[in-house]
């Protein structure tokens, strides 16, 4: 037997770059504003249908295309059962994305064919997805001000793929909160000629949504999740809306139990429960208001944000030495030391309370970071 099991390891796996999670830690008393879960709880009545499913009925599988959420997904956004893919967590459906429609480097025919588009910055997963799948990655920057390029603008050089196999586009946009308009989106969905999956895990703070684009042009998926606005990051359930033929290439691949039972049942109930969850959105939207506005007048740049979290530069001193500082003080925010974007600090909005306690701890930092100066 051998004493380096490391060589039985495929090389694309041993070269991997993985994802990196923000971080989970118990420390007590830790205010969490860096993987951008939602503050606030499920709503009572899912709690209690998770709860009343928690009984002998766990030994059995669970429904394995998810028929009851799919038929309720269908309803609420008025297209058919065949319309919708459940995912276990929207990450599962990009996942599952890339190994139907994008080639590994070696069998495509042509470059495109091989190759997971996606703007700059965006969820940086999509990378890791491509690389996983020896896809080709062609990341192409966003414009000014984070802003969506238009087609013409990525016509006249860049080096963007309008024939991508696969192109990924966070909408709002995470790191950067940015919101895109759903006729720039349409313009740009109807350019390309592979595949568009427009990512909306943050679409419930957002002034626009473009889940008609799924049933307007046959190229497109739209992806959502349950994790970010309905409070259900720890069940996994996202899924996926586009036309049946791509709907059906998905369920072709993915696990038979792909979604497990809790989820399901968490999730139908949450579509019972939307007013609970939108009286939250629209909380939160508030906080994110005032937060803005507040680190605005203490120097910090904001940029325009619509989602549940804000990119932001801070005044004085690097962004790493505000994050060890924020730490020292019991506030996780979320830094990407990568990819230009080390000025930068992602805040999710966390509670209205949580959020007073940040912006005082906030102000402290601050004055000792001029009495330094
Ligand atoms: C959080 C997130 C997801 C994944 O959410 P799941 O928990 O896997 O449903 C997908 N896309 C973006 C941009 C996200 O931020």
């Given at each position: 037997?051998?004493?380096?099991?490391?060589?039985?390891?495929?090389?694309?796996?041993?070269?991997?770059?993985?994802?990196?999670?923000?971080?989970?830690?118990?420390?007590?008393?830790?205010?969490?504003?860096?993987?951008?879960?939602?503050?606030?709880?499920?709503?009572?009545?899912?709690?209690?249908?998770?709860?009343?499913?928690?009984?002998?009925?766990?030994?059995?599988?669970?429904?394995?295309?998810?028929?009851?959420?799919?038929?309720?997904?269908?309803?609420?956004h008025?297209?058919?059962?065949?319309?919708?893919?459940?995912?276990?967590?929207s990450?599962?459906a990009l996942?599952?994305a890339?190994?139907?429609f994008?080639?590994?480097?070696?069998?495509?025919?042509?470059?495109?064919?091989?190759?997971?588009q996606y703007f700059?910055?965006s969820y940086?997963?999509y990378?890791?997805?491509?690389?996983?799948?020896?896809?080709?990655?062609?990341?192409?920057?966003?414009?000014?001000?984070?802003?969506l390029?238009?087609?013409?603008?990525?016509?006249?050089?860049?080096?963007?793929?309008?024939?991508?196999?696969l192109t990924l586009v966070t909408t709002p946009n995470a790191?950067?909160?940015t919101g895109y308009e759903v006729e720039a989106l349409a313009t740009l969905c109807k350019?390309q000629?592979g595949i568009v999956l427009l990512d909306e895990a943050y679409v419930?703070?957002a002034?626009q949504n473009a889940l008609e684009l799924a049933t307007r042009y046959s190229n497109v998926l739209v992806a959502r999740t349950?994790?970010?606005?309905?409070?259900?990051?720890?069940?996994?359930?996202g899924y996926c809306v586009g036309h049946?033929?791509l709907?059906?290439?998905?369920?072709?691949?993915?696990?038979?139990?792909?979604?497990?039972?809790?989820?399901?049942?968490?999730?139908?109930?949450?579509?019972?429960?939307?007013?609970?969850?939108?009286?939250?959105?629209?909380?939160?939207?508030?906080?994110?208001?005032?937060?803005?506005?507040?680190?605005?007048?203490?120097?910090?740049?904001?940029?325009?944000?619509e989602?549940?979290?804000?990119?932001?530069?801070?005044?004085?001193?690097?962004?790493?030495?505000?994050?060890?500082?924020?730490?020292?003080?019991?506030?996780?925010?979320?830094?990407?030391?990568?990819?230009?974007?080390?000025?930068?600090?992602?805040?999710?909005?966390?509670?209205?309370?949580?959020?007073?306690?940040?912006?005082?701890?906030?102000?402290?930092?601050?004055?000792?970071?001029?009495?330094?100066?």
């Amino acid at each position: 037997m051998s004493s380096t099991p490391g060589k039985f390891i495929r090389p694309l796996v041993q070269q991997l770059h993985p994802y990196v999670p923000g971080e989970q830690p118990k420390i007590s008393g830790l205010i969490k504003l860096n993987t951008n879960e939602n503050p606030y709880p499920p709503s009572a009545r899912v709690l209690e249908a998770i709860k009343a499913a928690t009984d002998a009925r766990l030994r059995l599988y669970p429904n394995p295309t998810s028929q009851l959420l799919r038929e309720k997904l269908a309803a609420f956004h008025k297209v058919a059962p065949e319309n919708i893919f459940v995912s276990n967590g929207s990450d599962e459906a990009l996942a599952l994305a890339v190994r139907v429609f994008v080639e590994p480097v070696e069998t495509a025919t042509n470059p495109s064919r091989g190759t997971v588009q996606y703007f700059t910055p965006s969820y940086s997963l999509y990378p890791v997805l491509a690389e996983i799948h020896g896809a080709r990655q062609n990341p192409v920057p966003l414009a000014e001000e984070f802003q969506l390029p238009t087609v013409k603008e990525l016509r006249n050089g860049g080096g963007w793929d309008f024939d991508a196999a696969l192109t990924l586009v966070t909408t709002p946009n995470a790191p950067t909160g940015t919101g895109y308009e759903v006729e720039a989106l349409a313009t740009l969905c109807k350019a390309q000629r592979g595949i568009v999956l427009l990512d909306e895990a943050y679409v419930d703070f957002a002034r626009q949504n473009a889940l008609e684009l799924a049933t307007r042009y046959s190229n497109v998926l739209v992806a959502r999740t349950f994790s970010k606005a309905y409070s259900l990051c720890f069940l996994r359930v996202g899924y996926c809306v586009g036309h049946p033929d791509l709907i059906q290439a998905l369920d072709k691949i993915r696990d038979s139990y792909n979604v497990n039972g809790l989820g399901q049942v968490a999730a139908l109930t949450t579509l019972s429960d939307l007013k609970y969850y939108r009286t939250n959105f629209k909380r939160i939207i508030s906080t994110r208001h005032h937060v803005t506005q507040e680190l605005r007048g203490l120097g910090f740049e904001v940029f325009p944000s619509e989602t549940n979290f804000i990119l932001v530069r801070p005044p004085l001193a690097p962004a790493k030495e505000w994050l060890l500082q924020l730490r020292e003080k019991k506030l996780l925010v979320r830094w990407f030391g990568h990819s230009g974007m080390e000025d930068y600090l992602r805040i999710t909005i966390g509670s209205e309370e949580e959020m007073e306690i940040f912006l005082d701890r906030t102000k402290s930092i601050l004055k000792g970071f001029q009495q330094a100066t």
